[in-house]
């Protein structure tokens, strides 16, 4: 199912920038090339959907949007145009906040410009509802 994301990621990024080339892995250590990386850091809990149906399970991915180039005015316009286009997308949450400087060194990447893109992922409970009526032994309700 995240594979399903992935993929409609690429097709966001492919709408938003044209044909650019789309890493999931991690960001290049020295990436000149033209290209976004949107590499998934973590998952994480989303809020839970309760209806009379069976219920949706949700997780948020938290992806790590990168962008190279052979310029950084380039790659800079890259970024600027997918977080924009992040912003205007019902769906996605986007975490402007700066990315720590440890997690550029666990990757071992230079720090760059980047953002965290949260992504929902929802599947059907497989779970039947509970009737919320309880009775105790011999059929009489509780009371």
Known sequence: MIDEVDHR???????VLGEVPVC???PARESVERGVGL???ELGPAARERTMRRPLLRVSLC???????????EAHHLLGELIFAAMEEPAFEVDMAPVPVELW???QVVPRPAFRLRVPLERESFIRPVNPTRRACG?????
């Open 9 to 15: 990621l690429r097709a966001w990024v492919g709408r």
């Open 24 to 26: 999931l892995g991690l």
């Open 39 to 41: 590499y998934l850091l």
């Open 63 to 73: 992806y790590l949007v990168t962008a190279g180039a052979g310029t950084p005015e």
């Open 105 to 107: 060194s666990a990757l």
């Open 139 to 143: 059929d009489r309700p509780l009371g």
